[in-house]
């Protein structure tokens, strides 16, 4: 149980275009989802947190109008890189979590590999 | 706010030799405690995790992993490592007080050699 799909895996495009990244959890509903970054050789970097109906929470640092985050359904959660440039290409993963209470893990998507050109 | 450390970047191991894997943290309670695995190119696995009760945690594939409070300590563990178990390790920490994100350490890579 407890799967999360992160679809697409893989993205290469242009500079100068919108990206949408999608997280669904297949077998539970998801209250909150959390977006991560991962650069290279390094640790996840937590963007922003989803919670299902209300707007996503945004890390300091991270622009909310470059990465438009929308949890509009308790098994989806999409992010939007507006207008990518190559320093956006990175790998980014979601992750969904099933309650509201803390003490519960959070399940990881396998992860979307963005390639701006 | 919590933060994690993983002393060890690259640890390399034989095959059927023990493992274990550092993760230290700084919080003022007990926070919640998870060690995830990621292969490369992919997401993480949760491998096991701690938030009350008996310190001694067992996971899948094998691992297990034991907090020591006076250490601030969630070390994990393995008795005898499989090739398959090469990946990069994460330990992360979590607490209500800051929303129940989570921290995550910068990680371990795991070598096995045959």
């Known amino acids: 149980g407890a799967v999360v799909s992160q679809h697409p895996s893989r993205v290469i495009c242009k500079s100068g275009t919108s990206v949408k990244i999608e997280c669904r959890s297949l077998d539970f509903q998801a209250t909150t989802m959390f977006w991560y970054r991962q650069f290279p050789k390094q640790s996840l970097m937590l963007m922003a947190t989803?919670?299902?109906?209300?707007?996503?929470?945004?890390e300091q640092g991270v622009e909310k109008d470059k990465f438009l985050i929308n949890h509009a359904s308790l098994t989806l959660s999409t992010l939007t890189v507006t207008s990518a440039h190559p320093e956006d290409s990175s790998f980014y993963i979601c992750?969904?979590?099933?309650?509201?209470?803390?003490?519960?893990?959070?399940?990881f998507g396998d992860g979307t590999r963005l390639s701006i050109l | 706010a919590q933060s994690v450390t993983q002393p060890d970047i690259h640890i390399t191991v034989s095959e059927g030799a023990s493992l274990e894997l550092r993760c230290n943290y700084s919080y003022g309670a007990t926070p919640y405690l998870f060690w995830y695995v990621q292969s490369p190119g992919q997401g993480l696995q949760l491998l096991l995790k701690y938030f009350s009760g008996d310190t001694l945690v067992q996971g899948i594939k094998g691992f297990e992993a034991e907090f020591k409070r006076s250490q601030s300590s969630f070390n994990l563990r393995k008795p005898s490592v499989h090739w398959s178990d090469a990946a990069e390790y994460f330990c992360?920490?979590?607490?209500?007080?800051?929303?129940?994100?989570?921290?995550f350490g910068a990680g371990t890579i795991l070598r096995v050699k045959s």
């Open positions: 992360a920490v979590g607490a209500p007080e800051y929303g129940n994100k989570l921290v």
């Open positions: 992750s969904a979590r099933g309650t509201v209470t803390g003490n519960q893990p959070q399940h």
């Open positions: 989803s919670n299902e109906g209300s707007k996503a929470t945004y």
